[in-house]
Nanobody, 115 residues
Framework: QVQFVESGGGLVQPGGSLRLSCAASGSIFSLYSMAWYRQAPGKQRELVAH????????HYVDSVKGRFTISRDNAKNTIYLQMNSLRPEDTAVYYC????????WGQGTLVTVSA
C-alpha cells in the first residue's frame, strides 16, 4: 500500500512562487516515475511533471515548461515542485503519485493564483 501526502499550497499573486512537497510511503520502491498532477475546477486531472527514466530525466507539460521544476530527496522519500512565475490558470489542486498512477490519491494541496 502506498500513501502520498502533499503540502505547500496556498494563495499567491500572479508572478509569485510556491514550493510543493510530497512525502511518499509504502511500496513505492523508488522515486523513479514519481509525478505531479493537478486538477483545476471543472477540468480533468492532468499530468504536470514527472521523472521519466531510471536516471531521473524529467518531463513537463508544455504549459509549465521553464516555470516549474520537479526535484527529489531520496533520503526523505520526498519529491518537490518548485513553481515560479505563477499564472491564474495554474490554480488547481495539486497531487503527487506515480506515472502511471498507483494506489489511492492523497488529499492534494490547493494552489490559488489570484490578485
Amino acid at each position: 500500500q502506498v500513501q502520498f501526502v502533499e503540502s505547500g499550497g496556498g494563495l499567491v499573486q500572479p508572478g509569485g512562487s510556491l514550493r510543493l512537497s510530497c512525502a511518499a510511503s509504502g511500496s513505492i520502491f523508488s522515486l523513479y516515475s514519481m509525478a505531479w498532477y493537478r486538477q483545476a475546477p471543472g477540468k480533468q486531472r492532468e499530468l504536470v511533471a514527472h521523472f521519466v527514466s531510471i536516471d531521473f530525466m524529467t518531463h513537463y507539460v508544455d504549459s509549465v515548461k521553464g516555470r516549474f521544476t520537479i526535484s527529489r530527496d531520496n533520503a526523505k522519500n520526498t519529491i518537490y515542485l518548485q513553481m515560479n512565475s505563477l499564472r491564474p490558470e495554474d490554480t488547481a489542486v495539486y497531487y503527487c503519485n506515480k506515472a502511471p498512477p498507483l494506489g489511492a490519491w492523497g488529499q492534494g494541496t490547493l494552489v490559488t493564483v489570484s490578485a
